[in-house]
């Protein structure tokens, strides 16, 4: 359809005009079929708003008339491309609903996933690049695993002298942080803690990354303080899973 085609849709996030594509490609086609039609076989696509779509085509071929050599052969190209596109997309959806049900059965998903912004596929990941639980004894080991506590460059009589770690998880990294900068989107204390460490002059990232540390400390109520039911034949000590469930169930 060309430059006006473009403006007309964002390709990127709108998959009834690319779903429109695999049908019609050029500005001549699409006048030829009109509205009605257009509609009617998006709608059969279960294409959301098929009558918008099917005018705001209309009205982008509408400024188009010129005919271009190999129009034809580009057209089935971008038919091709956009069919494996949607096919993509479907097969990612699928892939993500796997990775939804499997996390779902793992003893610890209804806690994690309790946690802010911590979805399935977070969770999923967190349950991975964590590994076992009982690896860390307190909050502050998880923590210093994904590089969220500074380590000390103390020298001499030099102390206090805090630095960010080189050496941690740049997975589980990752896992904290997304879960902390989604968890600030609502109100309540996640966000109320984030703004405050704004208002101290934090960067934006400084203070996500405030978050997450908080978020990987005791801050879950009383009833929710107990102990993680882990797969190893291994049990530690009662206190010590009390411990790694406020270290990694905590909000």
Same mark, same amino acid.
């Given at each position: 359809?060309?430059?006006?085609?473009?403006?007309?849709? *964002?390709?990127?996030?709108?998959?009834?005009?690319? $779903?429109?594509?695999?049908?019609?490609?050029?500005?001549?086609?699409?006048?030829?079929?009109?509205?009605?039609?257009?509609?009617?076989?998006?709608?059969?696509?279960?294409?959301?708003?098929?009558?918008?779509?099917?005018? $705001?085509?209309?009205?982008?071929?509408?400024?188009?008339?010129?005919?271009?050599?190999?129009?034809?052969? @580009?057209?089935?190209?971008?038919? *091709?491309?956009? $069919?494996?596109?949607?096919?993509?997309?479907?097969?990612?959806?699928?892939?993500?609903?796997?990775?939804?049900?499997?996390?779902?059965?793992?003893?610890?998903?209804?806690?994690? /996933?309790?946690?802010?912004?911590?979805?399935?596929?977070?969770?999923?990941?967190?349950?991975?690049? @964590?590994?076992?639980?009982?690896?860390?004894?307190?909050?502050?080991?998880?923590?210093?695993?994904?590089? #969220?506590?500074?380590?000390?460059?103390?020298?001499?009589?030099?102390?206090?002298?805090?630095?960010?770690?080189?050496?941690?998880?740049?997975?589980?990294?990752?896992?904290?942080?997304?879960?902390?900068?989604?968890?600030?989107?609502? /109100?309540?204390?996640?966000? *109320?803690?984030?703004?405050?460490?704004?208002? /101290?002059?934090?960067?934006?990232?400084? @203070?996500?990354?405030? #978050?997450?540390?908080?978020?990987?400390?005791?801050?879950?109520?009383?009833?929710?303080?107990?102990?993680?039911?882990?797969?190893?034949?291994?049990?530690?000590?009662?206190?010590?899973?009390?411990?790694?469930?406020? @270290?990694?169930?905590?909000?």
């Amino acid at each position: 359809m060309g430059a006006s085609r473009c403006r007309a849709f *964002d390709y990127a996030d709108h998959k009834g005009a690319l $779903t429109l594509l695999t049908r019609h490609q050029t500005p001549a086609a699409i006048r030829r079929h009109g509205q009605a039609r257009l509609t009617a076989w998006l709608k059969g696509r279960k294409v959301r708003n098929p009558d918008a779509v099917a005018a $705001t085509a209309l009205q982008a071929a509408g400024t188009q008339h010129a005919t271009l050599p190999g129009q034809e052969v @580009a057209a089935g190209i971008v038919a *091709d491309i956009a $069919t494996q596109i949607l096919a993509l997309d479907d097969r990612l959806k699928h892939v993500d609903e796997q990775i939804r049900r499997t996390f779902r059965t793992h003893p610890q998903a209804h806690i994690i /996933e309790s946690l802010p912004g911590m979805g399935p596929i977070l969770g999923a990941e967190f349950i991975v690049t @964590a590994g076992d639980l009982g690896a860390y004894a307190d909050a502050g080991h998880l923590a210093s695993a994904a590089g #969220l506590v500074p380590v000390p460059r103390d020298s001499g009589r030099r102390t206090g002298n805090l630095h960010r770690p080189k050496r941690y998880s740049r997975r589980l990294r990752r896992v904290f942080y997304l879960s902390a900068q989604t968890s600030i989107i609502r /109100e309540g204390p996640n966000r *109320d803690y984030y703004l405050k460490k704004r208002s /101290e002059r934090c960067k934006h990232i400084q @203070a996500v990354i405030a #978050l997450a540390r908080r978020r990987v400390g005791p801050m879950g109520p009383p009833a929710r303080r107990q102990a993680f039911h882990l797969p190893s034949t291994h049990r530690p000590s009662r206190l010590r899973r009390h411990l790694i469930w406020r @270290a990694c169930g905590s909000r």
